[in-house]
């Protein structure tokens, strides 16, 4: 095999680089009397195949067949169907035929019963060393292949002793499983063939396969196109203008790379290449791109679990099998597939309520509409309801859940989704998918967990635009040698650009490259002449970030390397400019708002609307008599105000059915509430009511020796206390507790939380809304008497008396009245603006706080 080196030529770019690739590989074949239109070029991607026919369209005369490895295999000739047991390369349906695989044998089975995930880690790092071989052994010519699988038989074999048993024990299976495989690589066809030549352009670093290709009897020819990063103005002259910016965060790192990208169009480089090194800054910058009307095409799209179709499916399949959440149940509802379903009461109906499982719901007790709603919702799940069954029956049930919804194909990513998960069709028939689909027997949760993985592996990549794109979102490989106006890397940082991971596989990375497997230092070694690649560009533009997150980002080593070899050279790359104007635009700030109730007054009062009124009277404006709420998240663990709500019904429970023995009429009053919620969640809090046990009945005997009785829980009052034109409005409120003791009435209000702010609160007794509204409702009586008892299951119980409270309520009455009188003739309600209560108040956006003068 002969080698021409195609270093790179002062000013040439990628168009005159071609022509000096045909006129190379030209002049080779004629020294040596061999016929051009009967060689084979080989090229790394099958993006450079259109330049390379270009280039020999220019040159005229014949051309030789130009390919990769792989569209020529194909072309060649079909690839062989896998039989059951074969490796399929699908990494699903092998994941299956691994399990299979590995269920005769004893070693493996304690991890599988001992960790089922860890089990799924291993079948997983199983397929991939396997398909990794079965590549391999496809880049040795068939007649020294037996001789390739003995040696890495004798590697693995040397390795059964040591730290890592299990792992090569699962190497050895993947080997066997490739040996076993009968079937002719697509690519023994290449083998087989005799052109008049092989010429492989390299660009990127080794392929073995094309090595191994040349390395026959026929006439061979390796053009070497790779560049030496760190020769640099040394070795060779960059043709591209190399310049670089660092921006302080992510936001104005997606920002600069739009901006370059524009700058790059406006003068005439077209296309760009935006290199999708870091997927998270290029999907912003194609959305920074698209306001601006920028027609993208991407080579790499995204994955399918993130398109809307695959969040669709995932929800349905959640609601499904996955514990019955509410929260599951709404978001399917309201996805793409239930599109123009009413769910809306339903939601409202479950948010009041705080119903969190579907089991709480039931059809009868909802409205109409919300129980249509919701029978139609479960009617539609019917067909994925009951237990383990095949995967092929799994996939039929799913097909018949989707049947009478929205078309899945008409939402963005359906069409792929459909096929990565066979459902609309029976691509498996006559293969060994169908064997695998009918012999995988899976539970409800190994279900979701198959489609969840399946979708989380396969790539979407959406319909490209009409027309010539300007800008064209590639991987940094692929970006070699293509006839792009400009280049634009946005992460040419440490994080992103330079790193490698190790091998996903079961081999160590000595064994891996003794196996023909690529290690460690030669993928490495790939990304650096990928990206010396770039400096064949007319311009390239590398932006990164200087933090990630508060900590400091340094730049990537080969940005570091590419600028030791200019600095050796007496040069520094040039900063990017910038060329945006900047636009100076002056604060308007907003006056402090106050809104127009035009007289209106509420029906009734509460004592949290009460609360809200000497707070803010925008907050009482828009809570109050605009009626918004911010909907409660129907979250799926349990928090302390459901402690709170439990507590209170098990207190009432036990004091209205108490017996002789307390602490059993207690724990029964707890049971009863219990069985109304999920006890694993509940677990938390009922080990803090365990603890507040023996407190409470210690408190409760206390009090009752001094002759307090408990008479009555959850009592609703209500009082017209204003006088005219006000007599009409009604104070309404819940009294948690009633007690009757030889001093007068208590009124109690039970707390969970800490007894401090309710001390400071009760210091300053006109600041204490609740007790006093309490007091009002059961009309401020001389002798009446109001506390918050605080039950701290850690501390004990805490009785925390409100002082003099009837006199708090007649003043607090004198003070609503006057300010719903004034209301009541027009006054402005304005926003205050003070405090803590602003910093938890969902109308702050309304009132706009943030932007008064």
Not at 422 to 446: F, K, M, V
Not at 622 to 650: I, M, N, P
């Amino acid at each position: 095999m002969q080698a021409i080196s195609l270093g790179l030529a002062p000013g040439e770019d990628i168009d005159a680089f071609w022509c000096r690739v045909a006129g190379s590989c030209a002049a080779w074949l004629d020294e040596r009397g061999v016929p051009l239109r009967d060689a084979v070029l080989l090229l790394p991607f099958a993006q450079q195949l259109a330049p390379a026919r270009r280039a020999f369209l220019a040159r005229g005369g014949w051309m030789p067949r130009i390919a990769t490895s792989h569209s020529l295999a194909s072309a060649l000739g079909p690839t062989a169907l896998a039989r059951p047991g074969q490796l399929s390369g699908d990494a699903a349906i092998d994941a299956f035929t691994a399990d299979r695989l590995l269920a005769g044998q004893s070693w493996v089975q304690p991890l599988k019963r001992g960790n089922l995930r860890d089990y799924r880690v291993a079948l997983a790092r199983l397929v991939d060393t396997a398909q990794a071989l079965a590549r391999a052994a496809a880049q040795v010519p068939p007649a020294a292949r037996p001789a390739f699988l003995d040696m890495a038989h004798q590697r693995l074999a040397l390795l059964d002793a040591g730290p890592g048993l299990l792992e090569r024990a699962l190497a050895q299976v993947a080997l066997a499983w490739v040996a076993a495989d009968e079937r002719q690589p697509a690519t023994d066809a290449l083998f087989a063939l005799r052109p008049s030549a092989w010429i492989w352009l390299r660009a990127g670093g080794p392929d073995p396969l094309a090595q191994a290709l040349l390395a026959g009897d026929v006439p061979a020819l390796c053009l070497d196109a790779d560049l030496d990063l760190d020769q640099a103005w040394a070795g060779f002259q960059p043709t591209a203008r190399v310049e670089e910016a660092v921006a302080p965060d992510f936001e104005t790192l997606a920002a600069q790379a739009a901006t370059a990208v524009i700058q790059h169009l406006n003068a005439g480089r077209r296309p760009v290449a935006l290199l999708a090194q870091d997927r998270v800054v290029i999907r912003r910058v194609r959305a920074l791109l698209a306001r601006q009307g920028v027609p993208v095409h991407d080579e790499t799209g995204w994955t399918l679990a993130t398109t809307p179709a695959a969040a669709a499916v995932m929800a349905l399949l959640r609601a499904a099998l996955a514990g019955g959440a509410v929260d599951d149940w709404l978001a399917w509802l309201k996805s793409a597939l239930a599109a123009g379903w009413d769910v809306q009461g339903l939601e409202a109906r479950c948010r009041r309520f705080g119903w969190r499982q579907a089991a709480q719901l039931d059809a009868a007790a909802l409205p109409p509409a919300a129980g249509a709603a919701w029978q139609r919702a479960r009617r539609q799940l019917e067909p994925l309801a009951g237990g383990a069954r095949s995967l092929a029956g799994w996939l039929v049930a799913l097909g018949q859940a989707l049947h009478g919804l929205a078309p899945l194909a008409e939402v963005e990513g359906g069409e792929a989704l459909l096929d990565a998960l066979w459902i609309s069709r029976n691509p498996w028939a006559g293969s060994a998918h169908e064997e695998a689909l009918a012999q995988t027997r899976l539970r409800p949760d190994e279900f979701l967990a198959w489609v969840d993985d399946t979708l989380e592996a396969a790539q979407f990549e959406p319909a490209q635009e009409a027309g010539a794109a300007e800008v064209v979102i590639t991987p940094l490989a692929r970006a070699m040698l293509r006839p792009f106006g400009a280049i634009v890397l946005p992460g040419a940082d440490a994080a992103t650009l330079g790193p490698v991971n190790p091998q996903a596989g079961l081999l160590a990375d000595a064994d891996a490259a003794a196996l023909g497997l690529p290690s460690l230092a030669e993928r490495r070694a790939a990304e650096v002449q990928a990206f010396a690649q770039l400096l064949r560009a007319p311009v390239l533009t590398l932006l990164r970030c200087a933090f990630a997150g508060a900590e400091p980002l340094p730049p990537s080593p080969l940005l570091e390397r590419l600028a030791g070899a200019a600095a050796r050279a007496g040069l520094a790359l040039p900063a990017w400019a910038d060329e945006r104007e900047p636009v100076d635009t002056p604060p308007r700030p907003q006056a402090r708002p106050g809104a127009d109730a035009a007289g209106r007054l509420p029906a009734a009062l509460s004592a949290s609307a009460i609360d809200a009124l000497r707070n803010c009277p925008y907050q009482f404006f828009s809570r109050v008599l605009l009626g918004l709420r911010e909907a409660d998240e129907l979250e799926q663990e349990l928090g302390k105000r459901d402690y709170g709500t439990w507590l209170h019904a098990v207190l009432k429970r036990f004091h209205e059915s108490r017996g002789g023995d307390d602490d059993a009429a207690l724990r029964a009053a707890a049971e009863a509430e219990l069985a109304l919620l999920d006890a694993a969640d509940f677990l938390p809090f009922s080990a803090a009511f365990e603890r507040l046990r023996p407190h409470y009945l210690a408190w409760l005997a206390e009090t009752e020796a001094a002759g307090q009785r408990y008479a009555a829980g959850e009592v609703d009052r209500e009082a017209r206390p204003f006088a005219a034109p006000l007599q009409a409005l009604v104070v309404k409120g819940r009294i948690d507790r009633i007690d009757d003791s030889p001093t007068g009435t208590w009124l109690l209000d039970y707390k969970t939380g800490d007894a401090k702010a309710l001390k400071d609160k009760l210091a300053a007794r006109l600041e204490d809304t609740q007790l006093a509204t309490y007091a009002l409702l059961s009309g401020a009586e001389p002798g009446l008497r109001a506390a918050y008892l605080v039950l701290d299951d850690g501390k004990g119980i805490a009785l925390l008396p409100h002082e003099d409270v009837s006199d708090t309520a007649l003043a607090l009455r004198d003070g609503l009245q006057a300010d719903l009188l004034a209301m009541h003739d027009g006054a402005p309600l304005p926003a205050l603006g003070e405090g803590r209560v602003c910093d938890f108040c969902e109308a702050r956006g309304l009132c706009r706080k943030d932007d008064w003068t």
